[in-house]
Every structure is written in C-alpha cells, then in structure tokens.
C-alpha cells in the first residue's frame, strides 16, 4: 500500500508560480510507477494535467496542450517524489490537484490539494 501526500498548493496572483510535491510513504517510493497529475475545477471534469514515466521505461513526460510550456514535471533523485512546477500561472488553473500513481494493476490517489490563481 501506498500513500500520496500532496504539499505546495495555495493562493497565487496570476503570472505567479508555484510547485507541487507528491510523496510517497512506501520505502520503494515512486521508482516504478508512472504518476500523472490531474486537477479538477468546481463543475467541471477531472483532467490529466502531466505525467510522468518511470526510469526503467526512458523517464518520458507528457503534457496537456494548456499547460506546455509552463508546467513542467519531474522526479527527485532518491524517487520519492514527484513534482510539478507551475509557472505563469492562469486563473483557469484554478483547481484541486492530485496525484496519481500507476504501476500495473496498483493504482494510488493522493488527497488532492488547493490551487487557486487570482488577484
């Protein structure tokens, strides 16, 4: 069993930055999962935001098209954690964030956490 912990969301005026952590409990961390981040704003559907390929499988990152060039997703040395940097910053951000974990048939949600982009 793994545990996702989600830390670094907040309130940010637009054009402002900020980074997300996802870290896992486990004492194997996130070296094999490919973990993904998601966000969903009030109303609307949860969406893939980035992610994030093991090691093992060439590291490769993935983004959606509104985030390209200003978010940008990658993983600490020991492989604990995963994180996401959000630059320029838009009030269409403006979501609950979570990460995720896949590895197989083991797939982990974190709790979520607040990002809100306003003035």
């Known amino acids: 069993q793994v545990q996702l912990v989600e830390s670094g969301g907040g309130l940010v005026q637009p054009g402002g930055s900020l980074k997300l952590s996802c870290t896992a409990s486990?004492?194997?961390?996130?070296?094999?999962?490919?973990v993904s981040w998601y966000r969903q704003a009030p109303g609307q559907q949860r969406e893939l935001v980035a992610s994030?390929?093991?090691?093992?499988?060439?590291?490769?990152?993935n983004y959606t098209d509104s985030v390209k060039g200003r978010f940008t997703v990658s993983r600490d040395a020991a492989q604990t954690s995963v994180y996401l940097q959000m630059t320029s910053l838009k009030p269409e951000d403006t979501a609950v964030y979570y990460c995720?974990?896949?590895?197989?048939?083991?797939?982990?949600w974190g709790q979520g956490i607040q990002v809100a982009v306003s003035s």
């Open positions: 994030i390929e093991p090691e093992g499988r060439g590291g490769g990152t």
């Open positions: 486990s004492g194997m961390g996130l070296r094999f999962y490919t």
């Open positions: 995720h974990a896949r590895a197989f048939a083991y797939v982990y």
